[in-house]
């Protein structure tokens, strides 16, 4: 469980987010949506701990180390190596030398780019390397920022599939998106997001059902 | 002078400036990319003080270093003054502050764009100072290359505490002011053109021993 109270985050004077008061119990994938600006990748990088609220508090009902926790940017963020060595950072981090890669790179369609920098890759490419860098350790807790923002219709098919076996498999997955097809196919919940302000979690069924008066205008906007 | 004393004067050139330009970097990258990635208090006060080092005159370093190697100086008895260790320690000095200036910058920019990254998998201090040190290594090269320029193109410090002494201590920056002086002003051209393609040699050695140009983003 996590429990945000009366959380804001602010810089110069502007408002990121708050008020953010949400209590969860992540289940399987549970999907950020809002409108732009409304906040949803700073609410994902405040529960990862990358930024710090500015007033309020937040607590993980069990602790889960930072290393068991991932982050996929919406633009993907690559050393200047190779994807190979890209993607296996996070356990040579850990003083893994010579990672296997093969499960990795078969589960992201990364064969035949592992020898190549990164520097050459295309964003879909680059994005799907950064996917796989986050998924290598296995992780207990993800969050996913816009993942399919910049993917074509078959890669985001893939990274769909893939998100969805990674949350039947006991991962927690926190993901913004923007699409609500993707939503409706992938997440358990919803946390709406508004200039800031939280609404939810609801059941991600009951949610396009039945929308919380929050979420009206932004879904009767059609996008 | 001889044309026959050139040989030994430049592999002397060569000799303190690389060694001088490998001890400063070892002092130098690891301090500019640690003040690039630590937020302490004064941190701007610090870069500001070592951007102003970039222009310290190599003369009042010169002077410095004479007085604390001079037999009277604190460290009089080791005996470098007047030695190639004394012209390396007068050239450490003043190149430092130029590599570490221009490390900080490099490694800056990356930790812009890699902060989010290395935090988020976790990473001790000392891995993010590895990782950002080995991804910066064009920017951390062009620093080294200036330093060297910088060192064998030096004539102030290494001139006082050095001596300029033939067969012991003289380089070709301080031949040149020699020659220039007795009127070989040929000689002395000569000598310059030496420098002058030392310094090309050194570099284009540097870049064709690095990684290729696409593969490291240059």
């Known amino acids: ?223 | 002078m001889e044309w026959g004393d050139l040989t030994e004067i430049t592999l002397r050139s060569l000799a303190v400036s690389l060694s001088a330009t490998g001890v400063a970097a070892l002092i130098a990258m690891p301090f500019g990319a640690w003040l690039a990635i630590q937020p302490f208090r004064g941190r701007r006060w610090a870069i500001a003080t070592l951007n102003a080092l970039i222009g310290i005159p190599p003369v009042v370093v010169g002077l410095v270093v004479y007085l604390l190697l001079s037999r009277s100086g604190p460290f009089g008895v080791l005996g470098l003054l007047f030695t190639p260790w004394a012209m390396i320690l007068a050239q450490v000095v003043v190149i430092t502050p130029l590599i570490a200036s221009l490390t900080h910058q490099t490694v800056r920019d990356l930790w812009l764009r890699y902060r989010d990254l290395l935090v988020s998998m976790n990473t001790t201090r000392r891995q993010r100072l590895a990782i950002l040190l080995r991804d910066g290594q064009r920017g951390l090269m062009t620093a080294g290359l200036a330093g060297f320029g910088r060192a064998i193109g030096e004539v102030g410090a290494i001139m006082i505490v050095g001596g300029n002494i033939d067969h012991a201590t003289r380089v070709l920056t301080t031949a040149i002011t020699l020659e220039t002086s007795k009127g070989n002003l040929w000689f002395a051209v000569a000598l310059g053109a030496v420098l002058i393609a030392l310094s090309l040699v050194v570099s284009l050695g540097a870049h064709a021993l690095s990684r290729g140009e696409r593969r490291a983003q240059w």
């Open chain 1, 1 to 223: 469980m996590v429990r945000l109270d009366q959380v804001w985050i602010t810089r110069a004077g502007h408002r990121l987010l708050g008020p953010a008061t949400v209590t969860a119990h992540p289940r399987g994938v549970t999907a950020v949506l809002g409108p732009n600006g409304s906040g949803k990748t700073t609410f994902l990088r405040c529960l990862h701990g990358l930024e710090a609220p500015t007033s309020g508090t937040i607590e993980w009902d069990a602790e889960i180390a930072p290393q068991d926790q991932s982050f996929v940017f919406q633009k993907p963020v690559l050393l200047r190596q190779t994807v190979r060595e890209n993607v296996a950072l996070p356990l040579k981090l850990r003083g893994i030398k010579d990672p296997d890669l093969t499960e990795i790179a078969n589960t992201f369609e990364l064969n035949a780019l592992l020898g190549r920098a990164a520097v050459d890759l295309s964003g879909g490419e680059a994005q799907r390397v950064a996917m796989a860098r986050a998924w290598i350790t296995n992780p207990v807790l993800l969050f996913l920022d816009e993942p399919t923002a910049n993917l074509d219709q078959a890669t985001t098919a893939l990274v769909e599939t893939v998100i969805r076996s990674t949350a039947r498999a006991g991962t927690r997955v926190f993901m913004s998106s923007h699409s609500r097809a993707q939503v409706k196919r992938l997440a358990q919940d919803v946390i709406f997001l508004d200039a800031g302000r939280t609404f939810g979690p609801y059941d991600a069924q009951e949610f396009f059902e039945n929308p919380p008066q929050a979420a009206r205008t932004w879904m009767e906007d059609g996008t």
